[in-house]
């Protein structure tokens, strides 16, 4: 007899299976558990197990802990709580993990603290596998750059200007008491000369505040006022000095850093929610990529990818034996220290200079009828022609270091008579007679860039370079949601980071 009601499959908690399924049946064939479990088994962890200790109790597995870890940066799981969670909750977890439970703070010490020395031998040996099947090319990489923000409070914050600006004022404090005190001294107390403060440290800001203790302590008639700052010096300065040579210890070659992590410099993000240009403490990750895998990665606290390079290029080395032998980048590297290094190590350098795009555009070449490098070089008589026909003659030559320690040699050219010239003021801007500084390798390793950048390989290269290293950028940033460090220091961040590009690649072979 038929019935209104309608029909369910049958449903029962308490039912019991006679063939309980196993874990491994309950995972996709093609499921990206697999391909990670698959490396990481292929994988040489040798270097993983000599941070663990032969006595003691029994540790969990560092195999079985670097593929949690691995496939939680997969996922996007990328905190050590949720990850235990995982472990207990996700099958695909518990399949790699064996059904082991570890707890946040063993992810956590295996992630920070055992993986120090291992994690680069192992993505090293991750994009080799990849190499050998085809995947990605160690010889030809896309190379750029990006700013993470590190896990580290906004407002703690050390500035090398304001040190400077504070010592500045140490300076004129104790020059100005010590002056008063000159003049308030009988002749045979008489003071030397105030302390020569071209630079200033810590014994010599002590000598000096023990010194005007002794010649104006007890005195009668003191100005008040001199009396007051003596007693505000006396506490403060001794202290201050130390910290700020402290602070300048941290900062070296940097403008600042965070307190709540000293490796960290305050960069300018493109993630600008308020649009106010606010600095965030951070660190600038650069990459070399290869078919959107991550063939080599560093770390650095200097915001300028243009001073990034050499290290890069030496990681790079020290990872697979050699160089590349063609790397491809946008202009932010074209300085002339960097096409002098890739030139040594016989890298064919795609890499654009500052003004490239700018001169390819016809409309920017005829707003600058008469810059420098437009100028008829006469090779004969060494001279440069001026836009009214007049001689510039070679006046001598110049070196400069930049902030790197890189030398420069420039050639100076001067002109004879611009006082008269009708192109005056719209020629150049300067006073007197115009002088242009020529620096030739420079204009040859651009001019060499530039024939390069505009060849068939080159137009295809540069094509590719932006569907290449910037893409592998956006996805692990806006698809995976990876725009903060959780860990601290640039130890710890560049295994951050390690895990973060085996996770790219493995989610790219398994795509």
Not at 8 to 18: C, G, M, S, T, W
Not at 27 to 45: D, G, M, Q, T
Not at 275 to 286: A, D, I
Not at 314 to 327: I, M, R, T, Y
């Amino acid at each position: 007899m038929a019935t209104n009601r309608p029909v369910f499959k049958p449903y029962d908690q308490q039912q019991i299976l006679a063939i309980p399924p196993t874990l491994e049946e309950l995972i996709p064939a093609s499921h990206p558990v697999r391909v990670v479990n698959e490396v990481i088994n292929k994988l040489n962890l040798e270097p993983l197990l000599k941070a663990y200790h032969i006595r003691g109790s029994s540790s969990y597995h560092p195999q079985m802990l670097l593929k949690v870890l691995v496939y939680g940066y997969v996922t996007n799981t990328y905190s050590s709580r949720k990850l235990a969670a995982a472990c207990k909750e996700s099958v695909y977890f518990m399949w790699l993990s064996s059904m082991s439970y570890p707890d946040h703070n063993t992810i956590n010490r295996f992630r920070g603290v055992r993986l120090k020395n291992a994690l680069r031998s192992v993505f090293e040996d991750v994009v080799k596998l990849l190499a050998e099947e085809g995947l990605l090319s160690i010889e030809e990489v896309n190379t750029d750059g990006t700013k993470i923000e590190a896990s580290a409070n906004k407002y703690t914050f050390v500035w090398k200007k304001s040190i400077g600006t504070n010592k500045e004022k140490m300076k004129k404090q104790l020059t100005e008491i010590w002056q008063y005190a000159q003049q308030v001294a009988s002749d045979e107390d008489k003071m030397p000369d105030p302390p020569d403060f071209t630079t200033i440290d810590s014994s010599k800001v002590k000598a000096t505040v023990d010194q005007l203790n002794e010649k104006l302590s007890g005195k009668e008639n003191i100005d008040k006022k001199i009396k007051s700052r003596l007693k505000y010096v006396t506490k403060h300065y001794p202290v201050n000095i130390v910290k700020y040579e402290q602070q300048e210890a941290i900062l070296k070659e940097r403008n600042s850093y965070s307190k709540t992590d000293p490796d960290a410099t305050f960069m300018r993000m493109k993630e600008d929610h308020m649009k106010n240009g606010q600095l965030k403490p951070g660190y600038n990750v650069q990459i070399s990529t290869s078919d959107q895998f991550i063939v080599n990665y560093t770390i650095h606290s200097n915001a300028t990818d243009t001073n990034t390079l050499k290290a890069h290029l030496e990681q790079h080395e020290a990872s697979f034996g050699k160089a590349p032998v063609v790397l491809i980048a946008d202009a932010g590297y074209g300085s002339e220290e960097n096409y002098t290094l890739l030139e040594e190590k016989g890298t064919i350098a795609f890499v654009k200079y500052g003004m490239f795009d700018k001169e390819q555009n016809e409309h920017h070449n005829s707003k600058h009828p008469f810059a420098a490098n437009k100028l008829f070089y006469d090779q004969e008589k060494d001279c440069y022609i001026c836009p009214m026909g007049q001689q510039m003659h070679f006046t001598g030559t110049g070196t400069r270091k930049t902030s790197t320690g890189f030398e420069q040699t420039v050639k100076r050219y001067q002109a004879g008579n611009c006082a008269n010239c009708p192109l005056n003021g719209a020629c150049h801007k300067s006073k007197g007679n115009r002088i242009v500084e020529v620096n030739e390798n420079l204009n040859r390793l651009k001019q060499k860039a530039y024939e390069l950048l505009n060849s068939e390989q080159g137009i295809q290269r540069r094509k590719k370079r932006c569907f290449d290293v910037e893409p592998t950028f956006g996805n692990i940033k806006q698809n995976h949601g990876f725009r903060r460090f959780l860990l601290r220091g640039q130890a710890k961040v560049e295994i951050e980071w390690g895990l973060v590009a085996i996770a790219q690649n493995l989610r790219k072979k398994a795509a």
